[in-house]
């Protein structure tokens, strides 16, 4: 079940906020709680029933080895850290079999001219994301940072359907102290949370899958084997960073605002990566939670910044390897995250070259910041290229043409006024692709986002809480018949316009 599917929207989630909202006006939260799980399993085994037969247990068994880690630790005794050591086993075990194992499988046939065999293992939607969730639950029991906690809230946690699927990924210390606090929850909370997933819904439609029809054709192409010229690989490149761009900012903003219908914040995830001045700042805007799990669980338990420079930059390049690996198992993925590990070295090595110099780590001039932003976009372009590739061979054929090393050809719209160029066979029009393109990093560039223009924020000490900008009064969001008719209108243009269901690109992760 998709977020932007007519099952979703039209029978889903409003008969989920409803049979809520009649619970909690009986008295009854905690059935309201359980209500709230039921229909996440209920979502997350629309997908495959056999999913549940994953879900289900692994929470459950997380869900013993933490009780007894917190009875043994109020108890005094020893075993914690052998409970702490089985559980994050088995989490990384069923994650390494099911998204990794024909991976290994593949490569080890490559490697040493093998023949072993595995029989395809479907990827279960989600799992990257909800064991990294009930990993870090486990390592902060084991730390003694949770000390109470029940099966069925501990089960909402894992399972809340807005994030189960994509993220955020959520921490505990966010979340389960607002299911245990849901009060009357205000009509404000319902206008908001519905605006800001009417937002997410037209990014979806209207821009995302606007831009996958000009990077799609020419990513296929390239995986094809075909020969793209300058302009043709630079739409292709151009159009994927703005269709996942908004396809990310899309489904973070639908979670946010599914999450507002049922009075619960859902940490912010997405906050104008394309607007970075670096690298540090792109990893503090771009899948924002992620950053965060991979800061505080391994980057720092690798040793941070504590033990000398060199050190440091080895655990930088690791972390972002390891988060990669992550997103996709495949060379593609690895070249991505080593690309970010290496981009993030040579930009705290040139913050501490100008604190050396006595200059300032920022640019403060215009055209400085300018110039830092350009830079960091252009490499984080050139990584989307392997992010997205089917394969290393394409992404670097990709690559090359966008160098200029196999010449320039003229699109079909444009090949009247350029008779001195030959007349490019790329599936899709690159003039077009590029105009797309251009149009919609403009509107990343110098548009407000959703935190900005609604003053939305995350639950208290969440990632980039009370961190947005909010726009003047006169453009903010406030709960007036003029906002209710803006959204009403996206909403509908959006919901006409999906003749043709598109997944997000983070659920294959």
């Not at 009509?187 to 000009?214: E, H, M, N, R, W």
Request: with cysteine; charged share 15%.
């Amino acid at each position: 079940m998709l977020f932007n599917s007519y099952v979703f929207i039209c029978l889903f989630l409003p008969l989920t906020v409803v049979l809520f909202h009649l619970l909690r006006r009986r008295g009854l939260e905690r059935g309201s709680i359980l209500l709230l799980t039921l229909a996440s399993l209920t979502f997350y085994g629309w997908w495959s029933a056999q999913y549940l037969l994953l879900l289900i247990p692994l929470m459950l068994i997380d869900f013993v080895i933490a009780s007894r880690m917190v009875r043994l630790r109020r108890q005094k005794r020893t075993g914690i850290k052998l409970l702490l050591i089985l559980g994050v086993c088995i989490n990384l075990g069923a994650l390494g079999y099911y998204k990794y194992a024909n991976f290994f499988v593949d490569n080890a046939n490559t490697l040493f001219n093998t023949e072993l065999f595995l029989a395809t293992i479907v990827l279960p939607i989600g799992i990257s994301f909800f064991t990294f969730q009930k990993i870090a639950f486990l390592i902060d029991v084991y730390y003694g940072k949770v000390e109470r906690f029940n099966l069925l809230d501990y089960s909402l946690f894992v399972t809340f359907f807005p994030q189960l699927i994509a993220g955020p990924i959520v921490h505990h210390s966010e979340m389960m102290p607002q299911f245990s606090k849901l009060g009357r929850i205000e009509a404000g909370y319902i206008a908001l949370g519905l605006t800001i997933f009417s937002i997410g819904l037209a990014k979806k439609v209207l821009l995302a899958d606007s831009a996958a029809a000009y990077a799609s054709p020419q990513f296929d192409a390239a995986a094809a084997g075909a020969s793209l010229d300058l302009l043709a690989a630079w739409s292709g490149a151009l159009a994927y960073t703005v269709q996942l761009y908004f396809d990310f900012s899309a489904y973070s903003d639908m979670a946010m605002g599914i999450g507002l219908l049922f009075g619960i914040r859902l940490p912010l995830n997405f906050a104008s990566p394309y607007k970075a001045n670096s690298i540090i700042d792109f990893w503090r805007r771009w899948h924002m939670t992620l950053s965060r799990f991979l800061r505080d669980y391994l980057y720092i338990p690798l040793g941070g910044n504590r033990k000398g420079r060199g050190r440091r930059f080895i655990n930088l390049f690791l972390t972002m390897l390891l988060g990669g690996i992550w997103h996709g198992a495949g060379w593609t993925f690895a070249i991505w995250g080593a690309l970010h590990g290496v981009y993030l070295i040579i930009n705290h090595g040139w913050r501490e070259l100008r604190r050396r110099l006595g200059l300032s780590v920022e640019a403060h001039s215009f055209w400085g910041r300018k110039l830092a932003q350009l830079i960091t976009f252009l490499a984080v372009v050139v990584a989307w290229v392997f992010f997205r590739a089917a394969d290393v061979d394409s992404a670097m054929g990709i690559l090359s043409a966008m160098a200029g090393n196999n010449g320039i050809a003229a699109p079909a719209s444009l090949a009247q006024y350029a008779p001195e160029l030959p007349v490019s066979h790329s599936p899709v029009d690159s003039g077009m692709g590029l105009l797309v393109a251009g149009a919609l990093l403009l509107l990343a560039w110098l548009a407000p986002n959703t935190q900005q223009l609604t003053a939305y924020a995350g639950p208290e000490g969440a990632c980039g809480s009370g961190e947005a900008e909010p726009v003047s009064a006169r453009l903010g969001w406030n709960s007036s018949r003029g906002w209710a008719f803006y959204a009403a209108v996206l909403l509908t243009i959006s919901f006409m316009l999906m003749s043709r269901v598109s997944e997000f690109i983070y659920f294959q992760f």
